[in-house]
C-alpha cells in the first residue's frame, strides 16, 4: 500500500487553499490538489508492504511521543524549481517551519532503517496546490507574471498531530485515508 506522514490542514484553511488554486486556475493549467486531499507532507513512503505496516506505526507512533505539538501558519506562493516555469504549486509554511523540519528529519532517519530511502532534497515544508501541465490559452506573460502579485497568508493553527495516510491512486485522483492519527505531545 502507498503511505505518507502527513500533518492535516483545518477545514476553513483548506477552503482557503481551493480559493487560491482557483486564482491559480486562471494562469496555469494544472492538476489541483483536491480540497480533502490538501495536506502537509513530512515523509512520503511510496509502496510498503502490508506486512510491514506494524513498524511503519510504530516509528510514527513514537516520534508523535517525542515531540511536542505546535503552532503554525502558511505564507507565500511558490513553485519547484520557481514560479516562471513551475511543475508544482504550493504554499510555504512560515511559523513553525523549523519543528515541521525536525519531524522531517527525525522520519527520514528513523525510516531508513526500514530500507526507505531518504530525499536528498532540502527540506522546504510546504502544501502542494498543484501539478502544472502548462499555462492556460488565456494567460500570457503577462498574466504568468502576475502570479509573483498573488499572497496567501493563513491564520495560526495548532498542529497537534501527524497522520498515517494511505494513498489509493484512482483515474478520477488519489483517494486518501488517514490510518491512525497519532498525537504530539502538549
Not at 507532507?41 to 506505526?57: M, N, Y
Request: aromatic share 6%; net charge positive; glycine share 8%.
Amino acid at each position: 500500500m502507498r503511505l505518507f506522514v502527513a500533518i492535516k490542514i483545518p477545514e476553513d484553511i483548506r477552503d482557503e487553499l481551493v480559493a487560491v488554486e482557483g486564482k491559480l486556475a486562471g494562469i496555469y493549467r494544472a492538476r489541483w490538489v483536491k480540497r480533502d486531499n490538501i495536506h502537509l507532507t513530512l515523509k512520503f513512503l511510496g509502496e510498503v508492504e502490508e506486512k510491514r505496516l506494524g513498524d511503519t506505526a510504530k516509528i510514527v507512533s513514537e516520534i508523535s511521543k517525542d515531540n511536542p505539538g505546535f503552532d503554525l501558519n502558511l505564507e507565500n506562493i511558490g513553485g519547484f524549481p520557481n514560479l516562471k516555469r513551475p511543475r508544482v504549486l504550493w504554499v510555504g509554511v512560515q511559523r513553525g517551519e523549523k519543528n515541521t523540519v525536525c519531524l522531517m528529519e527525525q522520519l527520514e532517519k528513523n525510516f531508513a532503517r526500514l530500507g526507505i530511502k531518504p530525499e536528498k532534497r532540502e527540506k522546504n515544508p510546504h502544501i502542494t496546490l498543484g501539478r502544472v501541465k502548462g499555462p492556460t490559452r488565456s494567460s500570457d506573460k503577462k498574466g504568468r507574471d502576475g502570479v509573483n502579485k498573488l499572497t496567501y497568508k493563513s491564520r495560526v493553527f495548532r498542529a497537534d498531530a501527524i497522520s498515517l495516510i494511505k494513498s489509493e491512486l484512482t483515474p478520477r485522483g488519489a483517494i486518501h485515508t488517514v490510518l491512525e492519527r497519532y498525537a504530539l505531545q502538549q
